[in-house]
């Protein structure tokens, strides 16, 4: 199981970044994706996850309305459309997946993408 995110860079506040989490070498959408980011110092928090099919979403109360997961099986790739971004919001992003699905712990995942930087200036 690989896990590839891309997307992130530096971007002012108020504007929009999208990220990707390219799957490869499993079943892509037999699992639960999710995204989490993490700051120096801290802990990996969760942002939102996804279950196999895209139909149902969890979001961390922080990102509500502002930020939207999705999915595309055919693609073997997750999706973390990010809107109206805060300074708030810079992090290291890590894709995940797991066999469970819209689990909020990062315990719960057991396979982890590189990370990709999101830094939003203010």
């Known amino acids: 199981v690989q896990l590839q995110a891309s997307g992130g860079g530096l971007v002012q506040a108020g504007g929009s970044l999208r990220l990707s989490c390219v799957g490869s070498?499993?079943?892509?959408?037999?699992?639960?994706m999710a995204w989490f980011r993490q700051t120096p110092g801290k802990d990996r928090d969760f942002v939102a996850a996804?279950?196999?099919?895209?139909?149902?979403?969890s979001y961390a109360d922080s990102v509500k309305g502002r930020f939207t997961i999705s999915r595309d099986n055919a693609k073997n790739t997750v999706y973390l459309q990010m809107n109206s971004l805060k300074p708030d919001d810079t992090a290291v992003y890590y894709c995940?997946?797991?066999?469970?699905?819209?689990?909020?712990?990062?315990?719960?995942?057991?396979?982890w993408g590189q990370g990709t930087l999101v830094t939003v200036s203010s």
């Open positions: 995940a997946a797991a066999r469970s699905t819209l689990r909020v712990s990062a315990g719960s995942y057991d396979w």
């Open positions: 996804i279950n196999w099919s895209g139909g149902s979403t």
């Open positions: 070498g499993w079943t892509f959408r037999g699992f639960g």
